[in-house]
Every structure is written in structure tokens, then in C-alpha cells.
């Protein structure tokens, strides 16, 4: 399982850019979605869906009380870093709920503690 120390590496590193995803890419998004995997194990979550788009993805993180969240990076070409310093998330009613609550933002590190006090609020729209 990837740690975030093992995704601190790309903090300004320049990804590749084309038609196709780079290898590159593929690789960094692997990492951070097995990041985001152990994360939601090590707190009775599940990663619902992952939407691998061209240079960003979404997921929905759904808890034990079938309440919902969208978790979604920015393209790692066009916004730096804010695959780590400015990540969105918001509720969802369900894991097809792309507009859900109103728009939520963290840091990588501060994800866990996020994640889990929007759980604690019960999730709520």
C-alpha cells in the first residue's frame, strides 16, 4: 500500500502532457488511490467508485452508515500542487451525486481528520 510519503515525491514534479495519459501519470494515480484504499480500511470506510479521467480522478468514499462523500483532485498539469495542498470533497447522496454539498477543501495531510468530521456531522447536505 502507498503511504503519503510515497506521494510527497511528485510535490513539484511535472507530469507529462499529451493525447494520452503518461506512464508518469498512471503511476502517481495508482499510489494515490491505494493511499486513499488504505486510508478508508484503516477507518471502516469504503472507496466506492474511482472516475479516472485524463490527468485527475474522483472517488466516492461511502461509511457505515451509507453516507457519502466526493473526493475530487484537480489536472496534476495545469494546478501544481493542489493534488496535495487544495483538495475538494463534499457530501453526496449517493455514489452518482456529482454536486452534492457545498465544496469542502484540504490538504493531503489533513485529509484523514477532514474526511472523518464531515463523517461525524452525519454527513449532511
Known amino acids: 500500500m502507498a ?3 510515497d506521494l510527497e515525491k511528485y510535490i513539484g514534479y511535472e507530469f507529462s502532457s499529451g493525447p494520452y ?3 508518469d501519470y498512471k503511476s502517481f ?3 494515490y488511490i491505494n ?3 488504505s486510508l478508508c480500511n484503516a477507518n471502516g470506510w469504503e472507496l466506492v467508485k474511482v472516475s479516472k479521467n485524463h490527468y485527475e480522478f474522483t472517488t466516492f468514499i461511502k461509511n457505515r452508515d451509507n453516507r457519502y462523500i466526493y473526493f475530487s483532485i484537480s489536472d496534476v498539469r495545469f ?6 495542498s ?3 470533497y463534499r457530501t453526496a447522496k449517493h455514489d452518482k451525486d456529482y454536486t452534492g454539498g457545498g465544496n469542502c477543501y484540504t490538504t ?6 477532514a474526511l472523518n468530521n464531515m463523517f461525524n456531522r452525519g454527513g449532511q447536505l
Request: glycine share 12%.
Open 29 to 31: 494515480e495508482r499510489k
Open 3 to 5: 503511504t503519503i510519503k
Open 86 to 88: 487544495h483538495i475538494l
Open 79 to 84: 494546478f501544481g500542487n493542489e493534488w496535495y
Open 21 to 23: 495519459t503518461g506512464e
Open 108 to 113: 493531503l495531510p489533513g485529509l484523514p481528520i
Open 35 to 37: 493511499y486513499l484504499r
